[in-house]
Nanobody, 121 residues
Framework: QLQLVESGGGLVQAGGSLRLSCAGS????????MGWYRQAPGKQRELVAG???????NYADSVKGRFTISRDNAKNTMYLQMNSLKPEDTAVYYC???????????????WGQGTQVTVSS
């Protein structure tokens, strides 16, 4: 059973930093796109940052210059370094990955369970 497990969330003061991790476990042949999404209370889930298998990245305008996404393909792990955090960054953060579990199998979408990030003012 393939799982994505997030870690690293918590409570931090405005201006502080956190580093989120998303580790894939189970049968994984290849991971294509990976992304971090977040959902604040009463709001829709939004893409925060994404990274392709080749390492190309994209960011939401609201986090550009403050967040950095990266991945370690050998460990099937993705990271999100979050600096200069603001109260409006408070949300549940989810990782997402397009995973091929076996040769020639189609890519499927997987989600982690979410990790809470709370930024106090």
């Amino acid at each position: 059973q393939l799982q994505l497990v997030e870690s690293g969330g918590g409570l931090v003061q405005a201006g502080g930093s956190l580093r989120l991790s998303c580790a894939g476990s189970g049968t994984i042949f290849r991971i294509n796109f990976m992304g971090w999404y977040r959902q604040a209370p009463g709001k829709q889930r939004e893409l925060v940052a994404g990274i392709t298998g080749g390492g190309s990245t994209n960011y939401a305008d609201s986090v550009k210059g403050r967040f950095t996404i990266s991945r370690d393909n050998a460990k099937n792990t993705m990271y999100l370094q979050m600096n200069s955090l603001k109260p409006e960054d408070t949300a549940v953060y989810y990782c997402n990955a397009e995973v091929m579990t076996r040769t020639w199998s189609p890519y499927r979408d997987y989600w982690g369970q979410g990790t809470q990030v709370t930024v106090s003012s």
